[in-house]
């Protein structure tokens, strides 16, 4: 399971929008092997703080230590080189080109110019039977057709296939029906359990207490309570984010 | 070695099942260029009960050389319309480009084959010009190429002169459209047509194999190949035939030089937006330009390209409207990029982007061209072929927004 250095640690970033202070000295750690909780009311800093990982809106102030190095994260480049990924809430998939292409997109593989379709097929294939994807029939299919729950998981598997060491995933079930969420929480769990880094965004107390390890509670912009799901409850973490109640995360 | 993984391909199944896909996503929307296709069937068939004449040697071999240049023109469009974009200068940059062919032959004695160049290049140049301004300051394409489309009009006029006509003598550029090739080219091309065909199936067949991909069943293959054999030799061998008002006097058969110049560029222009990386992020940005950037795809890289492609070809199409005419006069092209439009939207490019091929592009070129020739050979009045292309557009247009809006909610 988790090893002593966090993949990724935050010490007292600072991010404020003209004179609003969005996140105030937020202190923010994630480790391989677990699924990372992010919650908060709407405005809390969530998105922000995700958006700084993802390079795109450095934070103000603060120190990134990377793997226990300090780092730098400017641009979504940057975060991508460091194999950090990010599946937005609204997914980027590109509707009329077909599963394969989507996973690829941007990374195609090719011979002397000329796509390589056949491999990219395999590995789209490889990855999703890897996270036991029963809901895909054919990797070819447009991504229009298919379902909410099919689409977060092609988005999904697209963080896999790149060998990423963190997945960051912006509230994936939010749109989605009992069964698809289901599904999807398994494909996050079995993505910590492979040995990566997951953060999940969620408003959904259920699914958190159901897929993560760890919960992380912004309250306007302060880390008000870090807590192992093992050590608290649903009731506790309620008061956290309303601000009824608080465990001060400092040092 | 397919059942390693439970996940298909969507090559599995006999034959008789890639059939039954096929038709299932017909009937899901995904219809291509069949509904033109089967407008091509209907228009023909109509136009040759009413007036023998459509089905003559000399009037197909007419409609080949009338739809050569909207064709052109429509397959460079369809790149622009594959990212939701317009160009609706294409037309006036096809006349520039012919001005320039014609005054650089006569006026300043330069070789045929550097005076294509120049007005190829020149074309080039217009597309980079515009996609900078709506790739870099983020103008509407729309806007920009309006500006432009009047601007090279007035350019146009000031090159030409008004009332002006320059004249084109070189005989390759005149052979383009009016001189037919020796007949052994005509089966030559269709050799080369097949077997090109049969070289790329196998070796993506073979590269499939290798990397243990399930293929498409080879009765496809079979099926295709002979469907090209058969079209292709009825084409070949009806060009053949003598159509010459005067065969006594002057002899006239065999195919277009138009049509291997057309085929290059359909070949050409197909292999790169379907094998390529390049392609693929044509389509990508068509389909969604955020996801496509977020992929790290740079996005505005791809809509200079696709403007340049498209002026590009409208350039090559001056030279076959030069070729044609053999003249350029200061109107040229003015009218033509409407006409071009009409036939990739009728094709069954879809305006909205992402969704469309450069055959669609020809086949709704030839759609275009045998309205205007069947009606122009039924002897309507000229009005009537304008309103009914019009019609045909808009029906096209309204299927298209049908299809994008079911795909967009679904
Ligand atoms: N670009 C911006 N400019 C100005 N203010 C911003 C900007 N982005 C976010 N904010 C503000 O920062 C605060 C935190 O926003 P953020 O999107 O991080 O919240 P969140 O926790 O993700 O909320 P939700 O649960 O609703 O998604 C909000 O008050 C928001 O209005
Ligand atoms: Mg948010």
């Given at each position: 399971m988790s090893s002593d250095t966090p993949v990724i640690e935050l010490k007292s970033v600072k991010k404020s929008f003209g004179p609003v202070e969005v996140l105030k000295d937020v202190n923010f750690s994630v480790r391989a092997g677990e699924v990372t909780a992010l919650v908060g009311d709407n405005g809390a800093g969530k998105s922000t703080l995700i958006k700084g990982l993802a390079g795109i809106q450095p934070y103000d102030a603060g120190t990134i230590l990377f793997e226990g190095k300090p780092v730098e994260l400017h641009s979504p480049r940057q975060s991508a080189d460091l194999g950090i990924d990010v599946v937005y809430q609204d997914l980027a998939l590109c509707d009329n080109l077909d599963i394969v292409h989507n996973m690829f997109l941007g990374r195609e593989e090719a011979n002397a110019g000329v796509l390589d379709e056949g491999h990219m097929e395999s590995e789209a294939a490889n990855t999703l039977t890897s996270l036991s994807v029963k809901t895909v029939k054919s990797v070819r299919q447009k991504v229009a057709r298919l379902s909410g729950g099919q689409r977060q998981t092609v988005a999904i598997a697209r963080a896999v296939l790149w060998n990423n060491k963190v997945v960051i995933l912006d509230e994936p079930t939010a749109a989605l029906g009992v069964a698809q969420t289901e599904q999807v929480l398994q494909l996050v769990r079995r993505l910590a359990d492979a040995g990566k880094a997951v953060i999940i965004i969620s408003h959904n107390l259920q699914d958190v207490f159901t897929v993560a390890d760890r919960i992380y509670v912004l309250y306007l912009g302060k880390m008000t309570a870090a807590v192992k799901k093992s050590e608290t409850n649903q009731a506790d973490v309620v008061g956290y984010i309303t601000g009824a109640k608080t465990q001060e995360v400092g040092a | 070695m397919s059942n390693q993984n439970a996940i298909q391909t969507g090559n599995e199944g006999s034959f008789l099942d890639a059939g039954r896909n096929y038709i299932a996503r017909v009937k899901g929307g995904e219809t291509g260029s069949l509904p033109a296709l089967l407008g091509l069937v209907i228009l023909a068939t109509i136009f040759a009960v009413a007036n023998p004449i459509f089905l003559k040697p000399i009037n197909f071999a007419n409609l080949l050389t009338q739809t050569a240049t909207v064709t052109t023109l429509a397959m460079g469009l369809t790149f622009v319309l594959l990212l939701g974009e317009i160009d609706l200068s294409a037309g006036v940059t096809a006349g520039l480009s012919a001005a320039f062919l014609a005054i650089t032959m006569s006026e300043y004695g330069v070789a045929w084959p550097i005076a294509a160049v120049i007005a190829i290049s020149m074309g080039m140049l217009i597309g980079f010009l515009i996609g900078l301004l709506v790739a870099k300051v983020g103008i509407p394409s729309f806007v920009v190429t309006l500006a432009a489309f009047l601007a090279f009009q007035g350019l146009q006029l000031v090159v030409v002169g008004k009332g002006g006509l320059i004249g084109i003598d070189a005989p390759p550029i005149l052979a383009i459209m009016n001189t037919p090739m020796q007949l052994a080219f005509g089966w030559i091309l269709l050799a080369i047509v097949f077997l090109s065909y049969l070289g790329t199936s196998i070796y993506s067949r073979r590269q499939r194999t290798s990397s243990g991909q399930q293929n498409k069943p080879l009765g496809i293959l079979i099926f295709r190949s002979v469907a090209i054999l058969v079209v292709g030799a009825g084409f070949v061998s009806f060009l053949n035939l003598e159509r010459g008002a005067n065969p006594a006097v002057t002899s006239l058969r065999g195919v277009p030089y138009v049509v291997p110049i057309v085929l290059i560029l359909l070949a050409v222009g197909t292999f790169v937006l379907n094998r390529t990386k390049f392609g693929r992020h044509v389509y990508a940005v068509g389909g969604n330009a955020e996801a496509a950037r977020r992929a790290g795809i740079q996005v505005s890289r791809v809509r200079i390209t696709v403007f340049m492609i498209s002026s590009t070809f409208a350039g090559i199409a001056g030279i076959l409207m030069a070729s044609r005419q053999a003249s350029v006069d200061a109107?040229?092209?003015?009218?033509i990029v409407l006409n071009a439009i009409a036939a990739a939207v009728v094709g069954g490019v879809s305006l909205f982007g992402g969704r469309g091929r450069l055959s669609d592009a020809v086949i709704g070129g030839f759609v275009i061209a045998v309205i205007d020739n069947g009606l122009g050979l039924i002897g309507l009045a000229s009005g009537l072929n304008l309103a009914i292309t019009g019609g045909v557009l808009l029906l096209a247009a309204t299927a298209d927004a049908i299809t994008s809006r079911k795909s967009r909610t679904s």
């Open positions: - | 109107a040229a092209g003015r009218s």
